[in-house]
C-alpha cells in the first residue's frame, strides 16, 4: 500500500471515530433531554408516555411479547453478573432484544424513561450473584416479578398494574381475583381473551391506556382503527 493510500485510510478511520462521537453525544444529549421533560410530567401523563414507549418498542420489534416472562435478556445480551453497580438503563440500551410480558415491558420503558436503577436495586440479580465465585461471570439479564411491581408502583396502583397483567395473561398471570376483585378480574380477562397473538394484546392494553389519559378501563376497548404502527390516540 502506497504512503498516500496509507494516509487516506488513517484518516478515513479517525473521521469515522470521530462521526461516532458525535453521534454519541448528540443520542446522549436526546435521551438526557427527554428524560428531563419526562420527569416535569404529571403523573397520568408519565404513564401514557411510557405506554406510548411500549408500543414504539413493539413496532420495532426490540420488544419480544413474551406470557409468563418479566423481563430478560438472550445469550446476546449478557451482563457482567456482579458488576451491581451499573445502571440497568445504560445496559438496557444496550440490548438488541428483550423478552417480556406486559408488565416487563413497562418497567423497562419506565426505566429508559425515568430516574436510574442500578443492578444492585434487584433483588433477583443481587441473589444470582455470588461475588466469591464468579469471577465476573457473565449472565442474561433477568428481571423479577418483585423488582417489576416495586419500581412500577412508581408510576402505576398496584391495582392498575395488577388488572394490565391479568388483560396480557388472560387471567393466567399472577394478579388473581383477591387483587382487583371478581368483577374487574372477569372484565380484565376478557378484555383480549380472543386475541391469540401476545404483541397485539399487549397492544390493545397499552392503547387503552393512552385513551383513557393514563388509566387502563378494561370495560373500554379501543377503537379498532388505532393500530401498531401509527397509533394516533
Known sequence: ???????????????TKTTAKKLLRAHNARVAKDNAAFAKLPPAEKRVAIARDVLAQLSTGRLQATPGVWLQGNENNQ????????????????MKTCEGCLIGGVFMCAVEKADKLKLRDLEEHRNMCD????????????VSEADAFKYLKKFFSEKQLAMMECAFERGDGAASPSDIGDELFDQCQEFANDIEEPKERMRLVMENVILNKGTFRPNKKPVQMYVTPGFTG
Open 79 to 94: 451482563v457482567q453478573a456482579c458488576d451491581l453497580d451499573s445502571e440497568l438503563k445504560d445496559l438496557l440500551g444496550k
Open 1 to 15: 500500500m502506497t504512503t498516500a493510500k496509507k494516509t487516506v485510510k488513517k484518516t478515513a478511520k479517525k473521521v
Open 131 to 142: 461475588c466469591s465465585s464468579c469471577d465476573d461471570e457473565e449472565k442474561p439479564l433477568d
